[in-house]
């Protein structure tokens, strides 16, 4: 099932449990159970239904959003090897650390609040009638070194744009993670029918407006003292890129 298919799931309880998962960010049959005022039997054939329609996906009796994004890819660099694949739940505090290096930094204030809103929610992929919300991850050694990030609202009027944040952590950029991340995003977006995506970024984060611009993206508009970071106004540069 791509992130913005319609979602028509045929009986409300099967609704239920779909939009149960989705919230929680996975789910076992006996937490379904226990949670839900569903029969049982009822219960087990709803989920597979929605695991047969793409809607669910299991791992070891745990149940997840599906979302189509791809295998797990490797990559050489100089000292190390890295992997770049779908971000699973799990990975949901490797996810926040990351964005929370990164933020450390002062440069990257959509990125904060992507962290904070997942932290909050406690749930990584997201897929309901109001937004979408897909990321993958670069490990090194099962440790989350970087991410990209997609969001989109539900809204037919918007339902080909979304947004984009992405980054590694200091200690792993100059190794092209960071272009690898990028391009496997935009892949995906591409695939999933969205037309071009949009990042923020303070002014003052010359390399990220060097490293978007040096792979397509444009400036589309700036927003003159729209942040204020440590006691200064900051202005808000919005690049885009067409898929």
Do not use: C
Not at 59 to 67: F, H, K, P, S
Not at 80 to 90: D, N, Y
């Amino acid at each position: 099932m791509g992130i913005s298919d319609s979602l028509a799931f045929g009986h409300v309880d099967r609704e239920r449990v779909y939009q149960y998962v989705e919230r929680h960010g996975t789910a076992t049959l006996e937490e379904l159970e226990s949670s839900l005022s569903v029969d049982p039997g009822g219960l087990r054939h709803h989920v597979a239904i929605l695991k047969r329609d793409g809607y669910l996906e299991e791992d070891d009796g745990t149940y997840q959003v599906a979302l189509d994004a791809g295998a797990e890819e490797e990559y050489e660099a100089e000292s190390f090897a890295f992997h770049i694949r779908p971000a699973r739940q799990e990975d949901l505090a490797g996810i926040v650390g990351a964005i929370r290096q990164v933020a450390e930094e002062r440069t990257y204030i959509v990125a904060e609040s992507v962290a904070d809103e997942v932290d909050h929610q406690e749930a990584l992929l997201r897929h309901n009638e109001l937004e979408s919300r897909m990321f993958f991850v670069a490990t090194i050694e099962d440790e989350v070194v970087g991410w990209v990030h997609l969001n989109a609202p539900e809204l037919e009027k918007l339902s080909h744009t979304a947004e984009l944040t992405v980054g590694v952590i200091e200690e792993y950029r100059g190794h092209e993670i960071g272009s690898h991340l990028l391009a496997r995003g935009l892949e995906w977006a591409g695939t999933n029918g969205y037309e071009r995506v949009y990042n923020s970024v303070p002014s003052t984060n010359e390399t990220a407006v060097a490293f978007l611009e040096s792979h397509g993206w444009e400036t589309e508009a700036v927003r003159e003292d729209h942040y204020k970071i440590d006691g200064e106004y900051v202005d808000e540069v919005m690049m885009a890129v067409s898929l």
